[in-house]
């Protein structure tokens, strides 16, 4: 299979960081070009990641006929218009999470989507990471029994105003930051959609953001529930509970790429963890198994596994546990 010719617009961390590394290193995509609005610096991640060419501005990059799809790690506030733009120009589009900042968001990518007939995904990388496809087949084959609860946390330490993630009025805060991370994979392992929500969300007093939630997802059968947090220790895991075992995820969303990942079943014979039996993966890289997905459905036209009628649904719970935060009742998941 011919790689994909990927352009990435902006040098954002966790494109340079993570992503566009890890794509370089997978079969079937190849970065081309890089965007920033500061010439400058787009050549010097040009030069110190390998890439041949660099546009000091997104227009430029969207006008390389070359360039087949475009990875969008802007800000939370671009990934919508700019992202647009780029189906516009007949690029297909792997835009990061969270995929807008509201249901709204969603439903206009949807609409880009159709009216060009381009590929756009959001960026959930943890959904292809084999330890999540191995939680989901264990969940699925029954030997957990009937799946009824899932419990999460996610957090950082991060109190720097210049931090994007610190600016409420660009999208920033943890909900959308991290908090979609356990409310997608919840999603992905019920198979369902939770039919109401309750919330209890902190807002920093100076900054604005959101620094501190408690969530509860109630699913038609059985409930998620999680806490994330922007100003706490840094820490994140996820516990899946059955009437007849249980699931740990050790590293769940930043799955390390340079060592073995592990899952631990629990049948509940021993105490603590006694009973538990560990699962580890081969190393991987997340990012280079996406990006191998995505070119794929690329190439084969086929539908993706997740599409953004998925991205749609996540976005509807994410908007109804703001409202319930602020409500302080059960809020309903709107259609």
Known sequence: MEPVKWGVISTAKIGVE???PAMQKSRHCKIDAIASRDLALGRKWADRLGIPKVYGSYEALLADRDIEAVYNPLPNHLHV?????????GKHVLCEKP?????????????????SGKLIVEAFMVRYHPQWRRAREIVQSGKIGEL????????????DPTNVRNMADIGGGGMLDIGVYPVVTSRFLVGAEPKRVAAVIEFDPTLKVDRLASCILDFPKGQ???????QLVPYQRMHIFGTAGRIEVEIPFNAPPDRPCRIYTDDGSGLGDASAMEEAFPVCDQYSIQGDVIAEVIRSGKAPEFPLENSLANMRVIDALFRAGKSGKWEAIAA
């Open 81 to 89: 218009p700019w992202s647009i733009k780029a189906a516009d120009a």
């Open 99 to 115: 995929i807008g900042l509201d249901t709204a968001d969603a439903q206009r990518l949807i609409a880009a989507r159709d009216k």
């Open 18 to 20: 993570k992503v566009i």
């Open 148 to 159: 009824r609860a899932i419990q999460g946390f996610f957090s950082y330490m991060l109190t």
């Open 224 to 230: 998620a529930s999680f806490a994330c947090s922007t």
